[in-house]
């Protein structure tokens, strides 16, 4: 069974995880979009299972998304 995330556990994991802070205040679920703010101060958005799972813990200035070549 999945973990049931609070926002607290989820803005938790941001900070000991990575670089980034978490921007957004309310959590529904692994399908929304999560507000971050990354260490270069540019703000992006991510679903958190991507954050976590796929390691997507920066903007797409500092970790560019992987091209299919
Ligand atoms: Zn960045």
Redesign the pocket.
């Known amino acids: 069974m999945n973990k049931r995330w609070t926002i607290g556990e989820i803005k938790k994991f941001v900070e000991n995880n990575s670089e980034s802070k978490l921007l957004t205040t309310e959590y529904h679920g692994f399908s929304q979009k999560l507000l971050l703010q990354?260490?270069?101060?540019?703000q992006?958005e991510k679903t958190f299972k991507k954050f976590k799972d796929n390691n997507q813990r920066?903007?797409?200035?500092?970790?560019p998304p992987k091209t299919s070549r």
């Open positions: 990354c260490a270069c101060g540019n992006f920066k903007c797409e200035v500092c970790q």
